[in-house]
């Protein structure tokens, strides 16, 4: 119960000031690459430009993150952060890759990570291919991000060093 009052509070708070936003519904699948096992989880998103995304998980429910500025709050599966991204380069980069991606800042992406991308014309919207050139131990080796028409995000893969694969499709 106070996880989701603390989840309501920080919505309302961090949601109030932008005026570009959407809310949609998201299925996440992580593979670990080592056994091919497949975790599914789903839940609604929440995104208002420029820097605030509550992701709200049905499955397994009470789940959540949530970026609200500099400041990066999770609750997955049990394991809890709560984090100012201004004092902590690696997860400012995972942070920013994520919002980066909502956004279509796909270079900004490739910049910051030092990283190199492809971009290309798919029916119905563009697919970007990002790779990482030297992966740290810690972090995301790649990422694919698929755009509508519209350039609204419908598809992120993560790529991580410790070989886990995670895809978000967002309806």
Request: no cysteine.
């Amino acid at each position: 119960m106070m996880k989701r009052i603390l989840v309501l509070a920080l919505l309302l708070v961090g949601f109030t000031a932008g005026a570009q936003s959407f809310e949609s519904t998201f299925v996440q699948t992580k593979t670990l690459k080592l056994t091919g096992k497949k975790i599914v989880s789903e839940g609604s998103i929440v995104y208002t430009a420029p820097d605030n995304l509550a992701m709200l998980y049905t499955k397994p429910d009470g789940d959540y993150f949530i970026v609200d500025g500099p400041l990066l709050r999770f609750d997955l599966r049990g394991v809890s952060l709560d984090v100012n991204t201004d004092n902590n380069r690696t997860v400012r980069l995972q942070r920013n890759a994520i919002m980066y991606g909502i956004q279509g800042k796909y270079k900004e992406i490739a910049q910051e990570m030092e990283a190199d991308y492809t971009e290309s014309s798919v029916k119905g919207g563009k697919h970007v291919a990002i790779k990482v050139r030297k992966p740290a131990p810690k972090g995301y080796t790649g990422m694919e991000l698929d755009y509508n028409a519209k350039g609204r995000l419908t598809r992120m893969v993560l790529e991580e060093a410790g070989g886990i694969s995670t895809e978000y499709l967002v309806k």
